[in-house]
């Protein structure tokens, strides 16, 4: 590993950014070099998207900005700057869980847990899409996210049975009624 | 945080901005487009030192577009392959060629922020769109300080990920003539599963049929005896002309193709392989044409 000298770092200048995420507005200051993956979690403190592979291989550091999902390892902060960015922390509002994530413990599609953020990332972009999805088009939609605990057949029902709960009018659900 | 590496990032207020620092920098300073082939390679280690890249998303504006004009398609270097996929080009049956590539292009994120110029640019040999444009003999406009250029996408490559592209130039658009109206494209990628799939063999190929006889015909490939994406040449010549059937498809993967084709072994699979499957993947390509254009 490569020790880079301090005078190195501290030579790459410092630019503000503006971005709007899950509904709140920032400015950040950040490096040139910094990821859209790493001003969320180390700046912002949003550890929903998760770095699987760096690489946009895996998909769980999926994020929908602007309206499409992208993989926020693979997007440079500077890019971010006036884009209008959603991620799990958003998907509901405070004391309550969505229908995706309800409809993901109800199929105990849940394992360890480490890739569903990309997937609700995914899922509701084909929910946004439609919601009467065929089987082929869950397929392709979440084609882009690996699961290490194997839940895609459960994955499959979650969205299912989310689309099945939206339609019904029950987008939010109560955390402390789900907790229970 | 372990960031890739540590480099500086120019965003340029316009095309005719950013032709400008490349002009000053030249090679000093990498453009970068979707940003899923360079900043994988940075983080690979496989870029040396980059000192600076050279955001080209600002300048979106000016080269994303998809436009008919003056009989030319002509596609922006910028647009990303969601866009093209999304738009009404890839419906035309003449085009669905470029519809298959779509459908096995990568994860649907992928789609949102890689670029047709940038597929192109990374002059790897499996890519899909390059493929899939050089059966619709497209050509690559290049841009720079000093003015601009056309170049054909079967002479735009030199190597494995080299190109004829200047350090001081940019790639700005796609172009190609409009098919004929009794012709189509096919595309097909062969892997042992469909998402996230780089693929073993690309295969892509054009057929304007008059009647059942095969007026014009191109064929690509991921690699023919080169490290990047071509034509087979002496396979469409055997071709052109004739009437179409299995038994004129079978003979030209088995006498003409392997004339032309040298394939490699390596980890993935071996040289006898490889072309194996080329003869395949070419046979299902010119059937699925016939079947678009069938019946005509």
Redesign the interface.
């Known amino acids: 590993m490569e020790i ?1 000298p301090r005078e ?2 501290d030579n ?2 410092d ?1 503000e950014i503006k971005l709007n995420v899950n509904g709140k507005d920032y400015k950040v200051k950040v ?5 859209l993956l ?1 001003v969320l979690r ?1 700046k912002l403190g949003l550890t929903g998207p998760k770095e699987g592979c ?4 895996c ?1 769980a550091c ?1 994020v929908i900005m602007d309206g ?4 926020s390892c ?3 902060a ?2 971010a700057d006036g884009s209008k960015i959603l991620t799990v922390e958003g998907l509901a509002p405070e004391g309550k869980i969505h229908a995706i994530q309800k409809a993901l413990l109800d199929t105990f599609a849940v394992q360890c847990g480490y890739c569903f953020p990309g997937f609700e990332m ?1 899922i509701k ?1 084909l929910l946004d899409r439609t919601l009467d999805p065929t089987d082929e088009e869950i ?3 979440l ?4 699961c290490r605990c194997g839940s895609y057949k459960r994955f499959m029902k979650a969205v299912k049975l989310a689309a099945k709960y939206i339609k019904e009018g029950k987008v939010y659900f109560d955390e402390e009624e789900v907790r229970r | 945080m372990i960031p890739i590496q540590r480099f500086d990032v120019y965003r340029p207020i316009s095309l005719n901005d950013a032709l400008e620092v490349l002009r000053r920098e030249g090679s000093g300073i990498r453009p970068i487009a979707g940003g899923t082939d360079v900043l994988v390679l940075m983080r690979d280690g496989k870029l040396g030192k980059v000192g600076k890249l050279l955001d080209l998303w600002p300048i979106r504006k000016e080269l994303s577009y998809i436009k008919i004009e003056d009989g030319y398609v002509r596609v922006g270097a910028l647009t990303t392959i969601d866009e093209l996929c999304s738009s009404d080009l890839v419906s035309d049956r003449r085009y669905a060629g470029l519809m298959d590539a779509c459908r096995g292009f990568g994860a649907p994120f992928l789609k949102n922020v890689a670029t047709v110029g940038g597929n192109i640019g990374t002059s790897h040999p499996l890519s899909d769109f390059t493929v899939a444009f050089l059966t619709l003999d497209a050509e690559v406009k290049l841009v720079s300080g000093s003015g601009e250029r056309y170049v054909p996408l079967k002479n735009f490559f030199t190597g494995f990920r080299t190109n004829v592209r200047r350090p001081d130039e940019l790639i700005a658009e796609v172009r190609f003539r409009e098919a004929p109206e009794n012709s189509s494209t096919a595309f097909m990628k062969f892997d042992r599963r469909w998402a996230h799939a780089m693929g073993y063999i690309l295969c892509g190929g054009f057929i304007e049929f008059e009647g059942s006889l095969i007026k014009d015909v191109r064929v690509a490939f991921d690699s023919v005896s080169n490290p990047y994406p071509e034509r087979a040449f002496k396979t469409e010549e055997f071709l052109r002309g004739k009437e179409f059937s299995e038994e004129l498809i079978r003979e030209a993967y088995t006498r003409v193709l392997p004339t032309e084709m040298r394939r490699i072994s390596d980890y993935r699979a071996s040289a006898e392989y490889r072309l194996d499957l080329s003869k395949i993947l070419m046979k299902r390509v010119l059937l699925k044409i016939r079947e678009r254009v069938g019946g005509e």
């Open positions: 880079v190195e770092w790459y200048p630019i490096k040139p070099y910094e990821r790493d180390y760096g690489r946009g291989e998909g999926s499409k999902v992208v993989p693979l997007v440079l500077v890019r995914a972009a397929k392709e939609a084609s882009g996210n690996i």
